[in-house]
């Protein structure tokens, strides 16, 4: 026992390695399992808070550039507005329409923390449980999809981005559907592939990506457009790179999506699996 | 003693702030990517028992950790490189020498010495970190480059780091 006891001292740093590599391997595991830990990631309130303050230092730097971008979809919702449409007939008749009822809300919010070199990229945005976000809804930027919401706590929820191994948005490009992947192989943050095209279809480069009927964004919401199609040895669909509208590396301002059907359509289909 | 616990109390807080918040958002795509904050560990008093190192070097790794959303990774990482800076210096220092010669910075120990236990001590660190975070083989060549690439990068880091704020022993 002695001897045992004298070996155990004598070779301390490696029984100290062992011990400790042992804890932090566990925690690796544990955490990157599907109902991971929520209170040890950025929604926490003092990183949260922390990260917030030095972001509101560095926002000023971008001020230009986020300046340039709302004023530039202040004027596309300009051309929107019903002001902004000259209108021929000379006698207008109100008609109230009904046919048509709100299904998406959008909530605007700001990026307080943001990755794009990892390999798996979390968002941390300063809205949470208080404003209405929940988990799983969807986020876009002006221009393009961000990501899902993963975590929400009270003031700060966390978003797992475009850009991690995970993320799987159903896109459509000229009518056809696929599936919107990053991280197999390539880590830029500016393209993701498309998957599960099949490869007698012509993809021409340029072609507009969109979110197809299936995925939790708004039907339509922009994604990107194509950058190189061409079809893989030995595999019948093809291989799209798209390059990203949504700048990741600059993201200043998001909008969370709400589907206000989405209660309804989950538990109708909850239903199904009753039977 | 007081004076070592303040130095390497300010020294933490200063690197986790400038990993987290500055060297966070840099990086040559995801090729490159400096790591710091791992000065801290190396440059950790000679006199300082393992048990004792082991645990800064944990909740180091933790710290950064709990910043990037990665539990654990950074922690395993750090743990592997206190375990090869505990075997080099035994290898290369007496034992002796601990009293004039506090702790192992560029200053006291001179450049081709310090090259050299950072370029391994980083080595180890990424190649860790990278490698569990791929988390499998399929990549490996990749990730090799990424390792070399990155190790590169922050050794950089450090050199400009002692260089700016560590003074020459005075003999």
């Known amino acids: 026992m002695r001897n045992l006891w004298l070996f155990i001292s004598k070779y301390n740093a490696f029984f100290l390695l062992i011990i400790f590599f042992t804890i932090s391997l566990i925690l690796l595991i544990k955490n990157n399992s599907y109902q991971r830990a929520s209170v040890w990631n950025s929604s926490n309130q003092l990183i949260g808070r922390s990260y917030e303050r030095v972001n509101e230092i560095s926002s000023y730097l971008t001020l230009g550039k986020t300046n340039d971008s709302l004023a530039a979809e202040n004027a596309k919702l300009r051309n929107q507005l019903a002001t902004s449409f000259k209108s021929d007939s000379i006698k207008q008749i109100t008609v109230r329409d009904t046919t048509l009822k709100q299904q998406y809300t959008y909530t605007v919010a700001r990026v307080i923390n943001n990755s794009v070199h990892q390999k798996n990229n979390y968002l941390t945005i300063n809205r949470g449980t208080k404003h209405g976000i929940a988990k799983g809804m969807g986020v876009t930027s002006a221009k393009g999809i961000v990501g899902i919401v993963l975590n929400v706590n009270e003031n700060f929820a966390t978003i797992r981005s475009l850009l991690h191994t995970e993320t799987k948005v159903s896109a459509n490009v000229n009518g056809n559907i696929g599936s919107l992947v990053w991280g197999d192989g390539n880590y830029d943050p500016r393209f993701a592939y498309l998957k599960d095209i099949q490869s007698h279809l012509i993809i021409k480069k340029g072609a507009r990506v969109v979110t197809s009927e299936f995925s939790l964004f708004p039907e339509g919401t922009n994604i990107g457009y194509v950058a190189e199609s061409r079809a893989k040895d030995g595999d019948n669909s093809l291989d799209i790179k798209v390059k990203l509208d949504t700048d990741f590396a600059t993201l200043q301002y998001v909008y969370v999506i709400n589907n206000l059907l989405s209660a309804e359509q989950l538990s109708l289909e909850a239903q199904n699996k009753v039977e | ?171």
């Not at chain 2, 990993?19 to 790591?35: E, R």
């Not at chain 2, 206190?82 to 007496?94: G, K, P, S």
């Not at chain 2, 569990?132 to 090799?144: D, P, R």
């Not at chain 2, 590169?152 to 005075?170: C, H, S």
């Open chain 2, 1 to 171: 003693m007081g004076r070592v616990v303040i130095t390497n109390s300010i020294r933490f807080l200063l690197l986790i702030a400038t990993q987290v918040f500055l060297l966070k958002n840099i990086g040559y795509y995801n090729l490159s990517i400096p790591y710091l904050y791992i000065l801290f560990i190396l440059i950790l008093p000679f006199g300082i028992p393992n048990g004792l190192l082991f645990l800064f070097a944990f909740l180091t790794g933790l710290t950064i950790d709990v910043f990037y959303d990665t539990l654990g990774l950074n922690a395993a990482a750090c743990t592997v490189m206190a375990f090869v800076r505990i075997v080099f210096i035994n290898l290369t220092v007496q034992r002796d020498g601990f009293d004039n010669e506090p702790e192992p910075s560029l200053g006291i120990m001179g450049f081709r010495w310090f090259i050299f236990y950072a370029f391994i001590l980083t080595f180890s660190h990424h190649f860790i970190l990278f490698t569990f975070e791929n988390f499998k083989f399929t990549e490996i060549g990749y990730n090799l480059i990424r390792v070399i690439l990155s190790t590169l990068f922050t050794v950089f880091l450090m050199l400009i780091t002692e260089f700016a704020f560590f003074r020459k022993k005075v003999r």
